[in-house]
């Protein structure tokens, strides 16, 4: 098993930029597949970004393309998601997520989840 712990969130204004971790512990981080995904109010959960183990392959929404970054650093056991040019629209609890193996853009098919962060963007 795996846990994770998001950070860095927080209130910013549009056009800012933030850049969230998702800390993990338990079994080898590189085994899993990561991703992130955020949940407005009133809204369904949706993906953000995903990586795969060795974070040679990125997938974005489309929504976030060009403005997000996501990576990860396997030796230190980290997840990262640089987030630039921030919308009002970006308002949301964010959520990291882990799968064994093979990387997903499917929120179902992830096993281990964080408690979120909050990212508030002020227009």
């Known amino acids: 098993q795996v846990q994770l712990a998001e950070s860095g969130g927080g209130l910013v204004q549009a056009g800012g930029s933030l850049r969230l971790s998702c800390a993990a512990s338990g079994r080898a981080f590189s085994s899993y597949a990561m991703g992130w995904f955020r949940q407005a109010p009133g809204k369904e959960r949706e993906f953000v970004a995903a990586?795969?183990?060795?974070?040679?392959?990125?997938y974005y929404a489309d929504s976030v393309k060009g403005r997000f970054t996501i990576s990860r650093d396997n030796a230190k056991n980290t997840m990262y998601l640089q987030m630039n040019t921030l919308k009002f629209e970006d308002t949301a609890v964010y959520y990291c997520?882990?799968?064994?193996?093979?990387?997903?853009?499917?929120?179902?098919?992830?096993?281990?989840w964080g408690q979120g962060t909050q990212v508030t963007v002020s227009s």
């Open positions: 997520a882990a799968r064994s193996l093979i990387v997903t853009m499917s929120a179902n098919e992830y096993n281990y």
């Open positions: 990586i795969s183990r060795r974070g040679g392959d990125t």
